[in-house]
């Protein structure tokens, strides 16, 4: 028995010494050697704690899906050129259709044998003659549509994250909320505020399409402009005087390609100094450039980031070798912004911000001093009344309870777990201290039964946690339970809240029934107590 109880003690002190060597580093500086060979993660502290931004994000998922209509539309001009099937033209007629003009009725039967099934996620909803042939038309299958801008969402918030991370802050938070929108927070993000609002909405969409050159530029800048074409500007910024000059582009709608194929972006000097971003492609990215810019020698292609041309070079032969350039009037930063972007992926369709909140540090500081104080206050009284109502035994529970608060935080700073404290996660600190005392509390009730039975110490001892434990058992396992969806499914304060509840209940087992019977356990059989002061 002495021998369990030195085991016993033993765990419990390994754990004690783990969780301080844990907790070190959020007490204060740590030395050089410590931080360069040991673990040196401090608490993480939200949003609410230290301050930072917050945004909510929504994501416009209809102009995805139209970047895929026009993609297949392209993809479809291309096969028919490979199957020689005569046709007029190839567009989109709405956010989620296309129409294909052949030049005649027979032509049909070949579409439909050679192309329909290539043109995944496309179903064909009519066909008839028209004026200048015979038109099809297609339409995305809604359940296509769905996966689309389901996986459009996604994408922003892996595409967001990837940004965030590239500017360097620590811990950011980015969920999905709702169908469509995002939760960005930037926790400890004090400076260059805007710099990075601009960073993570800006969509990066580079997109490849050809200049109308058959247009009439001046009509369409009168309001005549031509069906299927749009007018964009090219935006340059003379960085001697300031001098901003717009120069307007006839543009044809359609989309020959996007940046999405995009493996690298970086930044370079050209032959007159100025910054240049290079781009490179992947496999399958470099064999679309190679085809379009075959199929429109001596046509112009404007290289498009947001609406935005940046350039508009004349094809002058097939660009094989998977790569392009974009130029334009950039700053240093400009150019190393753009890249970053372009770097860590487009995204797939533009984002509104719909709330933008900035927190202060003072307001956190304000929130920690607050939280610490409740818990204190809250440790105090439930120290103090368990002393006065369970005597001696009170006071047992009192060093499980302290040691249960080290072992919460100890928990939060693991290597691979790393936990966010956040303000409603110290709520869920002071609801765990409490149901982590009530787990005594039914212990000593059933100890006081067991010795009004007249039972020994010892047996009353052992019988009071052998019935107690399942009632403790099953209680933290259905509110650990009820707390994993707010862990997986919220987000911000209501999953910080859930996870130190549920930290707070699984090591409240361990305080709660492991160590206070071990502190018992020595006081009978090493001191040789015969009375339990309950």
Known sequence: MIQSLQIRFGIIAIVLLVSLFLLYPSLGPVPAFWSKHLPDSPVRLGLDLQGGLHLILEVEADKAVEAVVDQTASEAAALMKDEKIRYVDVRRTSSSSLEVVLRDADQAALFDQKILDKLHNFKKVSSEPVEKGFAIKLQVDPKAEESIKHKAVRQAVDTIRN?????????????????????????????????????????????????????????????DVPPGSEILYKVDRNPATGIVTRTPHLIRKQILMTGDVLTDARVQPDKMGRMIISMDFNRIGGVQFERITGEHVRERLAIILDNRVYSAPVIKDKISGGSAIIEGMFTPEEAHDLALVLRAGSLPAPVRILENRMVGPSLGADSIRLGRNAIVLGLALVVVGMFIYYKWSGAVADVALTMNLLLIFAVMVLPGFRATLTLPGLAGIALTMGMAVDANVLIFERIREELRLGKSAKAALENGYAKAFSTIFDSNLTTILSALPLIQFGTGPIKGFAVTLCIGLVVSMFTALFVTRAIFDYALQVKRVKTISI
Do not use: C, M, W, Y
Not at 171 to 179: A, K, L, M, Q
Not at 196 to 205: F, L, M, N, S
């Open 163 to 223: 940004r965030v991370d590239a500017l360097g802050v620590a811990e950011p938070d980015v969920v999905i909320h709702g169908s469509d929108r995002i939760i960005v927070q930037l926790p400890g993000l004090k400076e260059d505020l805007n710099r990075a609002i601009d960073i993570i909405k800006q969509t990066a969409r580079l997109e490849f399409k050809l200049v109308d050159e058959k247009g009439d530029l001046n009509a369409a800048l009168k309001g």
